[in-house]
């Protein structure tokens, strides 16, 4: 396995499927908190950047319960409650960067993410799936494992929204890239309902 400084669980829009979004990110923090036990002594923090959706246990705040529930240590778990979208976790997420960054999501993301983490900033990392860690997990983060496996439909349906994001990626490419970065971050925003102030605008 490589020695990772920072794990970063990339969020998950809750209002489409609550239920549903919650399943994912329990998975990803399933994956890091075994990939955080396997490799601790090279470990630094468990980042969870995502702005929680007012009224609903979502976002950076689900994932810190998750994780602590899990057993990483809460001075090992780097919380911000800012980002909206994609582009914003990466921009934040290179900024905090101590070293090279395993960043977790699933499968019909991961294209996306990859794109978006290479064009975002100078730090190392690799993006993952969390099944991809089931090796090196223990029974209770398998159980979350495997209820967070999207199902056919949910991949068809994701599927067909990343095709729509990569249009939209395409149509604003040509823009300058601090006025693609807002368009994205303000899309994000759009998405999760939640108030604009708050969020990570980009730089």
Not at 6 to 33: C, F, M, N, Q, V
Not at 75 to 81: A, M, P, T
Not at 133 to 152: D, H, Q, T, Y
Not at 190 to 199: D, E
Request: hydrophobic share 45%; glycine share 8%; no cysteine.
């Amino acid at each position: 396995m490589h020695s990772f400084a920072d794990i970063l669980i990339l969020g998950k829009e809750h209002r489409r499927d609550p239920e549903r979004a919650t399943r994912e990110l329990a998975a990803r923090a399933a994956a890091a908190s075994a990939v955080f036990r396997a490799r601790i002594g090279h470990m630094t923090r468990v980042l969870a950047l995502e702005a929680p959706i007012p009224g609903v246990e979502s976002g950076s705040p689900l994932v810190q319960r998750l994780l602590i529930e899990l057993g990483v240590p809460r001075d090992h778990i780097h919380l911000e409650r800012s980002t909206y979208s994609t582009r914003a976790e990466a921009i934040l997420a290179h900024k905090l960067a101590a070293g090279p960054m395993l960043v977790l999501t699933h499968g019909y993301h991961l294209d996306r993410a990859t794109r978006i983490f290479a064009e975002s900033g100078p730090a190392r990392f690799s993006v993952h799936t969390p099944e991809s860690f089931w090796k090196i997990a223990n029974p209770r983060e398998r159980a979350l494992l495997s209820v967070g496996l999207p199902s056919p439909a949910t991949i068809t349906i994701e599927a067909r929204q990343e095709r729509i994001f990569g249009m939209l990626a395409a149509l604003v490419r040509p823009l300058p890239r601090l006025v693609r970065e807002n368009a994205e971050t303000w899309a994000g925003w759009r998405l999760r309902g939640s108030g604009f102030q708050q969020g990570h605008r980009g730089g």
